[in-house]
């Protein structure tokens, strides 16, 4: 059993390390099990994900620096659930986005020329997919912000224990 205010900041921790494996492993199951291959944008969304992977097990096996680390995990997911809602607003014709598109990844040792000229264009105001009207920048948007709020309070609630 962890010590008093130990739990807050630990589980924390592992809140701010599931939320982006969770949502970056969906993001890889959807592009090379489903064939949804990202737009710039969902490039952007991924990079802070990225970010809060590793700041969130430092933030595990250095119990000395666990809170400020879990800290950064936690606003880097809210970095993408905000740009996750740019994209949303993006698509759903709310503002303007960006007028460049991505190609899909090439294969390795594959001619690289055939991969870029095979390869789909991607457009960010396009919806690839949805569920009841919510595109997967929405859900990164609904899940990274809940999330990072989440986070947050735990590290507060740990804070006051």
Known sequence: MAAAGQGGPRHAAWLALAIPAALLGGAYISEYGFGLYPCEMCWWQRWPHFAALPLAALALVLPRWARPLTLL?????????????????????????LTTCTGAPLAIGGDPLAGILAAPLVRCDQVQWDLLGISLAGFNFLISTAGALAVLALLRRGARA
Do not use: D, M, P
């Open 73 to 97: 995990a936690a606003l880097a997911i809210l970095v993408s659930g905000l740009i996750g809602a740019f994209h949303a607003g993006v698509e759903y014709g709310w503002w303007e986005g």
